[in-house]
């Protein structure tokens, strides 16, 4: 089993419907869930963050963390064809000195 | 703006070379980090290092060696270049706490023939 684990894709949406990227983690002790977009052949961008339990929302974004079932999601809402990019999932395991990254999941938005 | 950045941005080499990627970054971040990413394969840790005389091997450090020169710099060596070292390397910072974001330069694309 994979310590982070996303659907590969690719998720595809219409323009202006919510976008639902969830991801798994192995770590029970993991304390840090981070959200990376990535555009093709381009460094991967902080877009989310979330340490507790519940939704965290910043514009059009939404972070979902539920620890008791060691998942997290990201739902982009008014979903643009500039979202259309690869969002990795970062985890910070308890005890543990790095992030561990998801393969990440591949998203195109269709206008 | 503060910053992360590394050289070369594109590299191609051949077989039994060896190979320094460059990171520097104006954060003030005292955490740095070298990840290659490969198709369908997600972001490897190679090394990290959170100050200038702590440097850890991460999952896949085998062929590879870094150093830590300053704060600000962190390089990562590959001593005898091979076919499948060829990925895009990226270069993170982050500052000491629990949290951990890190923070990513532009990437160096390595072809090793």
């Known amino acids: 089993q994979k310590e982070v684990e996303q659907n590969s894709g690719p998720l595809s949406v219409p323009e202006g419907a919510i976008a639902s990227l969830n991801c798994t983690y192995s770590?029970?002790?993991?304390?840090?869930f981070f959200w990376y977009r990535q555009y093709s052949g381009k460094s991967p961008e902080l877009i989310m963050f979330?340490?507790?339990?519940g939704d965290k929302e910043d514009g059009r974004f939404t972070a979902q963390l539920n620890k008791a079932s060691q998942y997290v999601s990201l739902l982009i809402r008014d979903s643009q064809p500039s979202d259309s990019a690869t969002y990795l999932c970062?985890?910070?395991?308890?005890?543990?000195?790095?992030?561990?990254f998801g393969s990440g999941t591949r998203l195109q938005v269709q206008p | 703006d503060a910053d992360v950045t590394q050289t070369p941005r594109n590299r191609i080499t051949k077989t039994g070379k060896r190979i320094m990627l460059e990171c520097s970054q104006t954060?003030?971040?005292?955490?740095m980090y070298w990840y290659r990413q490969d198709p369908g394969l997600g972001l490897r840790l190679i090394y990290y290092?959170?100050?200038?005389?702590?440097?850890n091997k991460g999952e896949i450090s085998d062929g590879y060696s870094v150093s830590r020169q300053a704060q600000a710099k962190f390089s990562l060596s590959l001593e005898s270049a091979i076919p499948n070292q060829t990925a895009l390397y990226f270069c993170?910072?982050?500052?000491?706490?629990?949290?951990?974001?890190?923070?990513f330069g532009p990437g160096t694309r390595l072809t090793v023939l």
């Open positions: 770590d029970r002790g993991s304390q840090s």
């Open positions: 993170a910072t982050s500052a000491t706490s629990q949290r951990d974001e890190q923070f």
């Open positions: 979330i340490y507790s339990n």
């Open positions: 290092s959170f100050d200038v005389k702590d440097i």
């Open positions: 970062a985890v910070n395991g308890a005890g543990r000195r790095a992030l561990t």
């Open positions: 954060k003030g971040h005292d955490r």
